[in-house]
Every structure is written in C-alpha cells, then in structure tokens.
C-alpha cells in the first residue's frame, strides 16, 4: 500500500539507485514520513500509484510521496511516472510526487512526462497536479529543475494549497 520500493521513517542517504516500474496506493516508488533523508543521483522511471476501491478513493505520488518529511532530492530524475484512477469518483494527486504537510527540497532535478490518468470510461473525482501536488506544506522547493510535458485533464501540471512554495531556475 505505502511506498512501492522504500518506506523511508528515519534519515539515510540513498545514492546512484533506480526505482523502475514499482507500484502501491501511496507513493510508487517512494515515501518519506518524518525522516530527512538525502536522495542523490537516483533515478524514478514508470512507477505508478493506483487507485484501490476496496482500500482508499486517492492514489497519492505516481514515484513519490512526502508525509511529514524533509526529505532532500539532488540530481534525480523522476520520469515516466504516473497516478491511475481505476473506478469512478477515484481521486489522484501528484503525478510524480504528491507531498501533504512534509517540506521537500528539490535540487537539479528533472521532472518529464508525468501524469494522472483514468482508465478507459472511468470518470475520476478529482484529478491535481501532473508533476506535483503540494497541500498544506510550509516551504518545498524546486531549485534549478527541469519541468517538461506534465500534464493532466484538470488542475495542470502543478497544484498547491496553502503553505508556500519556491521555485527558482
């Protein structure tokens, strides 16, 4: 369910590592809760979070999920990454990272082609943020990243609510 490769609650440095083609409901890839780990040099390629009826109406985070943590991304690639609402009234958040009352730092990463999708005549609730989708935080930021064809039918390739929000190229 939480964090398809890592469910990451303490502070390591994970280094030069690559997360292809992991799935859960709550972070593809990845989920980092109340640690600060450092995540260098690593690479998040065709991971998705999917919806679940039977368990919870919102995938969050296609590669990556921030949930009160610190968490410090340098040099990543997130790729390829998706949200998939699989039945009507689903909901899906952060087509490649989806962070709620955490505080990410992103540094010299590149975010392409990710996106929230639904499957063929399923007609998704809500669907927020293509490459990211920020509630509630107090201070992500994306420091000289690279944002290219993140998309989605509604809310765009971004999303936040409250809190604030850096980006600077």
């Known amino acids: 369910i939480f964090g398809g490769a890592i469910y990451c609650v303490s502070s390591p440095r994970i280094r030069n590592l690559i997360l292809i083609d992991n799935a859960a409901i709550v972070g593809g890839a990845m ?16 991971n998705r979070a999917i919806t679940d009826s039977s368990v919870a109406r919102t995938a969050y985070g296609g590669a990556i999920n921030v949930q009160e943590g610190w ?12 949200v998939i609402v699989n ?11 989806s962070s709620a009352l955490g505080v990410a730092r ?7 082609s990710n996106t929230i999708v639904a499957d063929p005549g399923v007609t998704p609730e809500r669907e927020r943020g293509g ?11 994306f ?27």
């Open 31 to 46: 989920i980092c809760g109340f640690g600060q780990p450092v995540i260098e040099n690593c690479t998040f390629r065709n």
């Open 71 to 82: 968490p410090t991304f340098k040099n990543c690639k997130v790729v390829d990454n998706r």
């Open 87 to 97: 039945f009507d009234g689903g909901r899906g958040q952060g087509g490649a990272v």
């Open 106 to 112: 992103f540094e010299d990463c590149v975010f392409d």
């Open 131 to 141: 490459a990211f989708r920020i509630l509630g935080d107090t201070g992500t930021s």
């Open 143 to 169: 420091l000289r990243c690279y944002f290219r064809d993140n998309s989605i039918s509604f809310h765009g390739g971004a999303y936040t609510l409250g809190g604030a929000l850096l980006i600077n190229r």
